[in-house]
């Protein structure tokens, strides 16, 4: 059973910043966030992570709130090539759960 | 090239039949994890090895099985094949041990696309 939830779709336009967010309610002490990318029939790939507060790397920035329920993947001037699947991961790797991934959100990026 | 190496990339099968795929995962990373993904579906957890041993399970049928060799390479059997199987299946490794390993980045490998007819 997939322990996070995140928007279906969203749209948006070359230039804009585009925000994901995922919710996870029932995250454990010791789970991190981890965003994914994934593009048609390739593999995902790590985008971002972080534990808790905000986090920023080259190519986007995960906000965590102090509770932990939800997190917001931050991407900055999108272009064509972000359309992908995103997909955020809860879990704790070393715990030998399952690392289930939940649906998904497809982002379509316009000119 | 994410270091995870997946073969074979495509395959074509009939029914009823059985085929393997095969897993190199990372240097260094100690555990792999088995995704099925189906055309326009999510990433199904199948399951996971660490270190040669079984860690954690997900919805994989018994038609199917795993195993991890002692030079970390996994193999997953899929046997009585049938239409719905057909699906890409991706390979992913990480190390799962160590300093922050909490942490649970996934590398994920190429895909093995397997056709059943």
């Known amino acids: 059973l997939a322990k996070t939830t995140q928007p279906i779709s969203m749209d948006s336009y070359e230039g804009q910043e585009v925000n994901i967010t995922c919710s996870h309610n029932?995250?454990?002490?010791?789970?991190?966030i981890t965003w994914y990318q994934q593009f048609p029939s390739q593999g995902p790939r790590f985008i971002i992570q972080?534990?808790?507060t905000k986090v920023t790397n080259e190519v986007a920035s995960l906000f965590i709130p102090a509770d932990r329920k939800s997190s917001t993947l931050s991407l900055p001037r999108v272009s064509l090539s972000d359309t992908a699947v995103y997909y955020c991961?809860?879990?704790?790797?070393?715990?030998?759960?399952?690392?289930?991934f939940g649906k998904g959100t497809t982002l379509s990026v316009s000119s | 090239d994410s270091g995870v190496t997946q073969t074979p990339k495509h395959l074509i099968t009939a029914t009823g039949q059985r085929v393997t795929l095969r897993c190199s995962p990372r240097?260094?990373?100690?555990?792999v994890y088995w995704y099925q993904q189906s055309l326009d579906q999510g990433l199904q957890f199948l399951i996971q090895?660490?270190?040669?041993?079984?860690?954690a399970k997900g919805n994989i049928l018994e038609r199917f099985s795993a195993q991890q060799f002692p030079d970390l390479h996994s193999e997953l059997n899929l046997s009585s094949l049938e239409l719905g199987d057909s699906a890409l299946y991706f390979c992913?490794?990480?190390?799962?041990?160590?300093?922050?390993?909490?942490?649970?980045?996934?590398?994920f490998g190429a895909g093995s696309r397997l056709t059943v007819l």
């Open positions: 992913a490794s990480s190390v799962a041990t160590g300093p922050n390993s909490g942490a649970n980045v996934l590398t």
């Open positions: 029932n995250i454990a002490t010791n789970d991190y």
């Open positions: 972080g534990y808790k």
């Open positions: 991961l809860v879990g704790d790797i070393q715990a030998g759960t399952a690392l289930i």
């Open positions: 240097s260094g990373d100690l555990s």
């Open positions: 090895y660490y270190n040669g041993e079984e860690r």
